[in-house]
């Protein structure tokens, strides 16, 4: 599907879409999505569309909020995560997405390393990252090439939040969830079993998967334990 993707002038280098030269030209050639700057931001959105573009920002809005140092700590995450112990601090992203769990992790005083495959949410999140340079220390983005690759270092923690459809019901679904939707295919089955394999098989203290409070076990694997709130779970896997 990323071929359907319209990519204006200053957009990174080698994405995967077409070039377009500007908004009208996408809509012309029925693209659903398009990249470009807005505001000075690396941002996605459709074309004609009214909808505010989708970027990441660390620094403004609900995410600026859930960010300040006395909130992250009542975060189920970072409960999740529990207390690392000395000098084993880093956590592995390996879903990193829009690197909103990611920022928290940090702010809570982790190493996170962030992989993501999508080379086009890849790319929103390095411009994120740049534009956030105190988090961006505690925040190393890994290339696109390394998803799953074989970290060597102790790490404290690997963190796994796959997709996972939206519910049927939820005819709100926000635009920016539909886009990362359509960008990110669901995982199959099989794919999940390989992550979770392969989660359980790094260096780690422990693993984390955040679910949809409903939501099956990924890969039918039973946690240690989990930390419960009304939309999300996060269940641990102890690794000793
Ligand atoms: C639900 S989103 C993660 C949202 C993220 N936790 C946040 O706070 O913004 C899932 C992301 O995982 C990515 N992904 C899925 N499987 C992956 C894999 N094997 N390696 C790297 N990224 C993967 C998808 O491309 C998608 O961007």
Redesign the pocket.
Known sequence: MAELIGLLPGCPASLPGVAVSDDAEARSRQLALVLGMHEGRLSLWRPGGQETPLAVEFNEGKQGYRLSHERVRHERLIKALGKPREAQTTVL??????????ALMAMAGFQVLL????PV?HALLADGLARAPSLAERMLLLPCED??AQPTEPLHAV?L????PAREKSAAVKKDLQW?QW??PY?QAD?ERR?MDWALSLPARRVIV?RPARAPLLAGRTPGFSQKGKAVRFDVYPRG
């Open positions: 992203d390996a879903t990193a997405g829009l690197g909103r769990d990611a992989c993501e495959r999508s949410v998803a799953l963190y939040d796959p997709m996972f990362l960008l990110c995982p794919e992550l955040k």
